[in-house]
């Protein structure tokens, strides 16, 4: 067989990289359904899988193959799948059925131009508020914005850990350029690697009633005759259609996340001691905002960057305390986490928007900059 | 073999099924009523030894409400066993 | 223990309280949980039953006993069965079930869900884990309409029958259940009523102990959804009409056992029972051909 990990350095494209992080930390079912940019990681995963024991299942649809991950996590096995836009937006109602039951599973979206069939080969950042309120109702769950191949492997690797530890999908939101795009890529060696297991039932912790925001999973042939339901239910897993436990339920599953932002909530700060302005960026846009950053610099402006790495739960606390006389967000999107900065900034917002299609320039950026700081 | 006929009132939904499909026509419809306001079945004056225990009216059940146990056997003990609790010492 | 000394409903009926171990079934029951939803007369009763002591006389041991279970009516099953139950989105029983067999293949899945959640919206997912012949037993109770939501047409009901949208009938035709399991690549096809308790039993344990895709039909009575628009308005009356209209011909030609209300009969058996290699079982071929390269 394969190894698992494959440990060295590698120049990888960016969902071959994803695939690597998914392997290493212990993925070995993937079910999915073709779609441009994204079908590189099904390809990669219909050849890597079975050499290290794991399955590749190629359904029918998306709402199927997300059905299909999900009740593979439910007979003990990490999972993942990836898409694009109109496949994400398939696979939303089970996306709220895997919050609604504590599934671990990972969900790669790689995002190219909507809304619909829109443009299937060309990339955008226009699907990151649908991550967080895709799928109907109240619900929290945890997004990356991996910027790079690097981070491909990290982000995925971590978003495997994640959903384990906190019982919940977890999303990469990648793009088409970070997920095409070919860098060096290093792998560690299996020792440096740390996996994280979902918490298996705990006698002694039911019977002290020990009130958790995350259970211990019991899976299906474990013998503990679980039932699992996408109805709202109570301490048994049993359907339940009150208000009462609607509310216990809900407010257990929004406070996981909620509640352990300082572990989950990742971003990256570059010159923000100081700065009057500040880029907030996320994902292949950082690597422009970035740019954009050191020419400002260069050019005698106090700018900095705030790069974003989980996008959800949004680092509100982080915004709030930015000192800066005004804050920009560029994005391949007709603004949407900008809505977010505005929400928590203490300060006037810019965004630098974008039809979507190609990767924001620096200079674009470096413009907005230039013309905040004569406004300022 | 002679049955013996229980019926668990509260489960009873007053279907018919039971007293319809008995080959020996040893049910009936009740005039009383449980707590939801069904019509409950009753063994038929006289009708005490026609059950042979087929088990006809159990499996027609749709509700696991009426059952039948060879006469002179103890039905099943209300208390709760499951297979799985003694692989794996579950509570529940 | 039994209240034999409290009231007697006639002479002979003893009377014991709604606690879980008071019926024999209620082992493999979520018994705490009873009465279910299911109006008075619906099928789905009998069918779980049935299902029921399937699990008790199988060989499989009920730890890898899986049951799972979409939305509506029949979806509502896996909230009552004492094994592990999964009651999943509207359609999506079989690709879950399919996920998980393929994660841990010593479990023993049985999909129990109804003809809207497996034809309409599911209908795509079917035809494929027939194709793929994944080792799942699917029961469909088959009520003719979508219950739940209050008796809407759905493909399997007739085109003369009255539905809550199809106040004037409606112009489609309706599905063959076995004849498009049969040439989806089910390994075994089976039609039975709530009524044919002993045959369903029997289909079931079979179906249980065959590699592959399984598929048994399971009609039944639904008296608000079905029986009352069409004047079969009791639970009874329906059983009644399969009582009547019932013919077992296991030979039967497939193509011309469709339903429709009226004189027409309605043909039950256990149709196809043939040997495909299943899905995992072919897997095994691709995993030696990855590894070997």
């Known amino acids: 067989m394969s190894k698992a990990v494959l440990t060295g350095e590698f120049f990888l494209s960016g969902g071959a990289a994803c695939v690597e992080g998914a392997i290493a930390a212990g993925c070995r079912f993937y079910a999915g359904y073709p779609i441009t940019p994204s079908s590189e990681i099904a390809e990669r995963m219909s050849r890597r899988l079975p050499q290290v024991g794991g399955h590749y299942l190629q359904m029918e649809d998306e709402p199927g193959s997300l059905a299909a991950v999900l009740g593979a996590s439910w007979g003990h096995c990490q999972v993942m799948t990836a898409t694009s836009g109109p496949g994400f937006s398939l696979m939303q109602e089970n996306l709220g059925l895997a919050v609604m039951t504590e599934t671990p599973c990972v969900i790669v979206d790689v995002q190219r131009g909507g809304p619909s069939t829109g443009l299937p080969t060309l990339t955008s950042q226009a699907d990151m508020m649908q991550a967080k309120w895709g799928s109907h109702g109240d619900y929290e769950l945890i997004a990356y914005a991996p910027q790079s191949p690097q981070e491909m492997f990290d982000l995925t690797f971590k978003a495997f850990n994640m959903a384990e530890k906190f019982r919940t999908p977890v999303l990469v939101m990648s793009d088409k350029i970070v997920s095409q795009m070919v860098e060096r890529v290093l792998i560690p060696a299996e020792k440096q690697i740390k996996r994280v297991e979902r918490r298996r039932p705990d006698r002694a912790a039911q019977a002290n009633g020990a009130e958790v925001l995350v259970p211990p999973m019991a899976c299906a042939g474990e013998g503990f005759a679980i039932h699992v339901t996408g109805l709202t239910h109570d301490e048994r897993g049993y359907p339940a259609i009150n208000v009462e436990t609607q509310q216990r339920l809900i407010g257990r599953l929004r406070g996981k996340i909620l509640q352990n932002g300082a572990e989950i909530i990742e971003y990256e700060e570059r010159d923000l001691e100081g700065a009057r302005i500040v880029v907030v960026a996320y994902g292949s846009t950082a690597r422009s905002a970035l740019l954009a950053c050191r020419l400002a610099r260069q050019r005698g402006l106090e700018v900095g960057l705030l790069r974003l790495i989980t996008v959800w739960p949004f680092p509100a606390e982080r915004i709030k305390a930015l000192r800066a006389e005004a804050l920009i967000v560029p994005e391949c999107n007709q603004g949407q986490m900008v809505r977010e900065v505005e929400r928590f900034a203490t300060c006037p917002v810019r965004p630098v928007s974008q039809a979507g299609g190609e990767l924001l320039a620096p200079e674009s950026i470096l413009k907005a900059i230039e013309e905040v700081a004569q406004i300022g | ?92 | 223990m039994a209240e034999t000394t409290m009231t007697r409903s006639g002479k002979g009926a003893i009377r014991l309280p709604s606690r879980p171990g008071a019926h024999p079934e209620d082992t493999l029951l979520r018994a705490e949980r009873l009465p279910h939803i299911w109006c008075p007369g619906c099928g789905i009763g009998p069918a779980l039953g049935a299902y029921v002591e399937a699990l008790q006389e199988s060989e499989v041991p009920l730890k890898q006993q899986v049951i799972v279970s979409g939305i509506g009516c029949t979806g509502r099953s896996a909230g009552y069965v004492n094994i592990d139950s999964f009651h999943t989105t509207h359609g999506r029983a079989i690709p879950f079930a399919t996920g998980m067999k393929i994660a841990n293949p010593d479990l023993k899945i049985t999909v129990f869900s109804g003809d809207g959640d497996l034809f309409a919206i599911g209908g795509n997912h079917f035809i494929h884990a027939a194709r793929r012949n994944i080792d799942l037993n699917v029961i469909c109770i088959n009520n003719f309409n979508y219950g739940m939501t209050g008796g809407q047409l759905g493909p399997t009901t007739p085109p003369e029958a009255l539905t809550s949208t199809s106040p004037y009938g409606h112009e489609e035709e309706s599905f063959n259940l076995p004849y498009l399991a049969a040439c989806a690549g089910a390994v075994f096809v089976a039609r039975w009523t709530s009524l044919h308790f002993l045959q369903l039993k029997r289909a079931i344990r079979h179906a249980m102990q065959k590699e592959g895709f399984t598929f048994i039909e399971v009609l039944s009575p639904c008296p608000p959804g079905f029986g009352g628009p069409n004047s079969l308005g009791e639970g009874l009356d329906q059983m009644r009409w399969y009582k009547e209209k019932a013919t077992i011909n296991p030979q039967a030609n497939l193509e011309t056992i469709g339903l429709e209300l009226g004189d027409a009969k309605i043909v039950l058996g256990d149709f196809v029972d043939r040997e495909r290699p299943s899905y995992l079982a072919r897997q095994q071929l691709l995993a030696q051909r990855a590894r070997g390269n």
């Not at chain 2, 063994?43 to 087929?54: H, S």
């Open chain 2, 1 to 92: 073999m002679p049955g013996q006929v229980y019926l668990i009132p509260d489960r009873c939904k007053g279907c018919g099924f039971c007293w319809t499909f008995c080959p020996h026509d040893v049910l009936e419809e009740s005039e009383e009523i449980n707590a939801k306001g069904y019509h409950l079945p009753r063994v038929k004056r006289d009708k005490d030894n026609y059950c042979v225990d087929c088990k006809i009216c159990a499996i027609v059940c749709p509700d696991f409400a009426i059952f039948t146990v060879e006469r002179g056997l103890a039905p099943p003990s209300p208390a709760v066993s499951t297979i799985l609790s003694q692989e794996v010492g579950a509570s529940r």
